[in-house]
C-alpha cells in the first residue's frame, strides 16, 4: 500500500482533537452591544417596579442572558395541602402569584431583549418540569437546549416524596448553538448548594447562577432579572464582573 493511501485511511474519521474543537470553544465570539438605558433603570441597584414595565424599557436585542423565577403557586396548588399559609409558607402566600398567562407575558419580553443566541435561565418546580412550558414558550424564538437540578441539601413538602431538588431549564433564543457562546464545560448538570431561606423564601443558589452567568457572558456584560426576589442574581453578576440589571415588586 503506497504510503499516501495509507495516511489517507489513517485519516478517514475525524480524530477526537478535530472532533473536539468543532463542538467545544472556551472563547466566545457572541458579543452584546452597548447599551443606552433610562436613567431610572440603575445598574447594579435593587429596583422596586413591576417586571413587565421594567422589560418593556429595555432595547431590543441588548442582553445576553436573563434569569426568571416565576412566583407561581405549581405544585402547592395541585397539592391542596390545606395548611398553606398558616402552619408553613407564610411568607410565600403573602407574595404575589403570577397566573400562566403573566408567565408567558414574561417569557415573550425577555425573547425580545436577548440577543441572537442569548440564554434564559428559568427555575421550575418539580411539577411544571412534568407538565412542560411549552405554552410559555409560544411566538417566541426561545429553545429549549438544558436542563439543570440544584439539589438544595434539605427537604421539603410532599404526600408522597419529599421535595429536595428545584430544576432550571436552560434555555436558548435562536440561532441555537454552542461552540463560541458557551464557553465553561465543568458545570454538571446536577448541583448541590445550600441557601439560607431567612431573607427570602425563593432565595436561589448564588454560586450556581454565577457560573451559568460565565459560561454565556462576558466580563461587563448585562444580565437581568425582572422578578428578583432575593436578587440572587444581583450578587452571582456582581462576583462574575457582570453588571446587573433587574426589579421586584417588593425591591
Not at 433603570?41 to 442572558?65: H, K, Q, W, Y
Not at 436573563?66 to 397539592?79: H, I, S, T, W
Request: net charge positive; proline share 6%; glycine share 8%.
Amino acid at each position: 500500500m503506497p504510503a499516501s493511501e495509507a495516511r489517507t485511511n489513517k485519516k478517514s474519521g475525524p480524530t477526537k482533537d478535530v472532533a473536539a474543537k468543532a463542538v467545544f470553544s472556551n472563547e466566545r465570539t457572541v458579543h452584546a452591544p452597548r447599551l443606552t438605558l433610562p436613567m431610572s433603570l440603575r445598574p447594579n441597584t435593587r429596583l422596586r417596579m413591576d417586571g413587565l414595565e421594567f422589560l418593556s424599557m429595555l432595547p431590543e436585542r441588548a442582553i445576553p442572558v436573563a434569569f426568571l423565577d416565576p412566583q407561581y403557586r405549581g405544585v402547592l396548588e395541585k397539592l391542596s395541602y390545606g395548611n398553606e399559609g398558616k402552619s408553613r409558607g407564610t411568607r410565600r402566600s403573602a407574595m404575589t402569584q403570577m397566573p400562566e398567562a403573566m408567565i408567558a407575558e414574561f417569557v415573550q419580553g425577555i425573547d425580545r431583549v436577548l440577543i441572537p443566541s442569548g440564554h434564559l435561565f428559568l427555575w421550575v418546580d418539580k411539577f411544571h418540569l412534568c407538565q412542560g412550558v411549552r405554552p410559555w414558550l409560544e411566538g417566541t424564538e426561545l429553545e429549549i437546549v438544558d436542563l439543570m437540578t440544584w439539589d438544595k441539601g434539605t427537604f421539603g413538602m410532599g404526600y408522597r416524596t419529599r421535595r429536595r431538588a428545584e430544576h432550571c431549564i436552560v434555555l436558548q433564543r435562536r440561532p441555537v448553538r454552542a461552540k463560541g457562546v458557551w464557553k465553561v464545560h465543568n458545570i454538571t448538570d446536577i448541583a448541590l448548594e445550600k441557601v439560607s431561606k431567612r431573607e427570602h423564601p425563593h432565595a436561589k443558589p448564588v454560586e450556581l447562577q454565577g457560573r451559568l452567568i460565565s459560561a454565556v457572558s462576558n466580563e461587563g456584560d448585562f444580565v437581568i432579572d425582572p422578578a428578583a426576589g432575593s436578587f440572587s442574581v444581583l450578587h452571582a453578576a456582581l462576583q462574575y464582573n457582570r453588571k446587573f440589571l433587574g426589579c421586584d415588586l417588593n425591591g
